[in-house]
C-alpha cells in the first residue's frame, strides 16, 4: 500500500481523490491540507487519520484551535506555505498530489520532486509561472510528475499510445464556459452568479471564472507546452460544446484522434492514481454527439495573453498569472466589472514585461509585486 498527502484535500479534486481512495483501500492518506474548511478537514481526518496535516495560516487563529486541540496528541501540525513544503516532502509519502489553487503550489511541487515523491499535478499555476524550473528538477532529480488536468491527461493518454514522434499537433478543447452564447459587447454587464455558472463542469470560484474568460485554457496551453514539448504551433485550442472530447492529436499523416472521457475529474485522477494500471473506464460516443466551435479571439482575449506571455518567455508567464489572480479575486469580491479581467491582465503584462530569467527568487518576487499592484491600484 502506498502512502498519499493531499495538498488542497477539501477542495473539489482533494475530495473526488479521497472518493476514490475510500472505495479502492489502497492507498494510505499519511497527510492533508487545507485552506479554510476546517469544518470538512477534521471529517477527514476522522475518517483517515492522517499522521500530517498542515493548516493555512502560519499564526494560529481561532478557527484552527479546535482541530489542533482535538488531535494534537496523534497529528504533527505544519502552518503556512512552510508546511505546505514540509508536507510535501515528508519521508512517509510516496505519491504527493498537488491539487492547491494558485502560484502558491509551485514550491511544494518543486520540494516533492526533490524528494523523490511521486507529483500528482492539479495545480496548473506550477507550470506556468514555474514550467522550466519543475523540468529542471525532474532531470535533476529524476523525478515523476503525472497531470490531473482532464485536458492534459488525455493528452498524456493519447501521446502514450500514439507516439509523440508520429504526432503534427495536439488539440486542447474547451467548454466556451458560461457565456458562450452571450454577444461580446454584452460581458460587461455579467454578474459573478453568472460567470460561475459552467455549463460542463463543477469547480472551485478561481477556475470557473478561468473557464469563463478562457484564461484557463491559455494556462492549459503554457501547461501542455512544458508537459509535452511541443512548439507552441503546434499547440490548438478549439471548443467542444459537450466537454466529452478533452483532447485531440493529429497525427504527420492527418488523421485526428480525439481524446473521450467523462464530464468528470474521476478518471482523470485514476490515471495519474494507478499508472499504467488501467482503473478507468474509456467513454465511447457516436460522431454525431460532438459539436466543435473555433474560438473567437475578440470574445475571448485572455486566451491570446497566455500566447504571448509564452513568447516574452522569461518571467512573463509569472506576471501574467499573478495579475490574473488578483484581478480575478477582485471580480469575485464585486470591485471590478467580468470585462476589467482581461483588461488589467493585459495592461500589467506590458507594463511589467521582464527579460529576467524565470529563477524561483524572480518568479516569486513578481508574484508577490504584481498582485501588490493589482489589489492596490484597481
Same mark, same amino acid.
Given at each position: 500500500m502506498k502512502n498519499i498527502v493531499i495538498l488542497g484535500?477539501?477542495?473539489?479534486?482533494?475530495?473526488?481523490?479521497?472518493? @476514490?481512495?475510500?472505495?479502492?483501500?489502497?492507498?494510505?492518506?499519511?497527510?492533508?491540507?487545507?485552506?479554510?474548511?476546517? !469544518?470538512?478537514?477534521?471529517?477527514q481526518i476522522e475518517?483517515?487519520?492522517?499522521?500530517?496535516?498542515?493548516?493555512?495560516?502560519?499564526?494560529?487563529?481561532?478557527? !484552527?484551535?479546535?482541530? @489542533?486541540?482535538?488531535?494534537?496528541?496523534?497529528?504533527? +501540525?505544519?502552518?503556512?506555505?512552510?508546511?505546505?513544503?514540509?508536507?510535501?516532502? &515528508?519521508?512517509?509519502?510516496?505519491?504527493?498530489?498537488?491539487?492547491?489553487?494558485?502560484?502558491?503550489?509551485?514550491?511544494?511541487?518543486?520540494?516533492? &520532486?526533490?524528494?523523490?515523491k511521486k507529483v500528482l499535478l492539479a495545480n496548473k499555476e506550477t507550470l506556468v509561472i514555474g514550467g522550466m524550473l519543475v523540468k529542471e528538477a525532474l532531470k535533476k532529480y529524476n523525478g515523476t510528475l503525472y497531470p490531473i488536468d482532464s485536458e492534459h491527461s488525455s493528452l498524456w493518454e493519447l501521446i502514450d499510445e500514439y507516439g509523440k514522434e508520429n504526432i503534427d499537433y495536439i488539440t486542447i478543447t474547451a467548454s466556451g464556459g458560461p457565456f458562450r452564447d452571450v454577444e461580446?459587447?454584452?460581458?460587461?454587464?455579467?454578474?459573478?452568479?453568472?460567470?460561475l455558472n459552467n455549463p460542463n463542469w463543477k469547480m472551485g470560484k478561481k477556475i470557473t471564472i478561468d473557464s469563463a474568460t478562457m484564461m484557463n485554457k491559455g494556462f492549459e496551453v503554457i501547461e501542455a507546452y512544458y508537459l509535452f514539448g511541443f512548439e507552441l504551433d503546434k499547440i490548438k485550442t478549439i471548443i467542444?460544446?459537450?466537454?466529452?472530447?478533452?483532447?485531440? &492529436?493529429?497525427?504527420?499523416?492527418g488523421t485526428t484522434i480525439k481524446g473521450i472521457d467523462k464530464v468528470t475529474m474521476e478518471n482523470p485522477i485514476r490515471r495519474a492514481l494507478y499508472y499504467p494500471e488501467i482503473r478507468y473506464e474509456k467513454e465511447t460516443h457516436n460522431e454525431s454527439e460532438f459539436h466543435f466551435r473555433e474560438i473567437d479571439n475578440e470574445k475571448y482575449p485572455c486566451l491570446e495573453l497566455a500566447y504571448r506571455a509564452l513568447k516574452y518567455g522569461g518571467v512573463n508567464p509569472a506576471i501574467l498569472n499573478a495579475a490574473n489572480e488578483a484581478s480575478?479575486?477582485?471580480? $469575485?469580491?464585486?470591485? @471590478?466589472?467580468?470585462? !476589467? %479581467?482581461?483588461? %488589467?491582465?493585459?495592461?500589467?503584462?506590458?507594463? +511589467?514585461?521582464? !527579460?529576467?530569467?524565470? $529563477? $524561483?527568487?524572480? %518568479?516569486?518576487?513578481?508574484?508577490? @509585486? %504584481?498582485?501588490?499592484?493589482?489589489?492596490?491600484?484597481?
Open positions: 484535500s477539501t477542495g473539489s479534486i482533494g475530495t473526488q481523490t479521497l472518493d @476514490i481512495i475510500r472505495k479502492e483501500k489502497d492507498y494510505n492518506v499519511v497527510g492533508l491540507s487545507c485552506f479554510n474548511n476546517v !469544518d470538512l478537514l477534521e471529517k475518517e483517515f487519520r492522517p499522521k500530517y496535516v498542515c493548516l493555512a495560516d502560519s499564526h494560529v487563529c481561532a478557527r !484552527d484551535t479546535h482541530i @489542533i486541540n482535538k488531535y494534537k496528541e496523534s497529528v504533527n +501540525f505544519f502552518y503556512g506555505i512552510e508546511g505546505l513544503e514540509s508536507l510535501a516532502s &515528508i519521508e512517509e509519502a510516496d505519491v504527493v498530489l498537488n491539487s492547491l489553487v494558485g502560484s502558491v503550489g509551485l514550491k511544494p511541487t518543486l520540494e516533492a &520532486i526533490k524528494h523523490n461580446k459587447d454584452k460581458l460587461k454587464d455579467v454578474t459573478i452568479e453568472e460567470a467542444n460544446l459537450e466537454s466529452l472530447v478533452h483532447s485531440m &492529436i493529429t497525427l504527420k499523416d480575478t479575486y477582485l471580480f $469575485l469580491n464585486s470591485k @471590478i466589472k467580468f470585462t !476589467d %479581467i482581461y483588461r %488589467i491582465n493585459c495592461d500589467v503584462l506590458e507594463k +511589467f514585461k521582464s !527579460d529576467k530569467e524565470p $529563477l $524561483l527568487e524572480n %518568479i516569486l518576487y513578481y508574484d508577490k @509585486i %504584481i498582485k501588490e499592484y493589482v489589489l492596490r491600484s484597481y
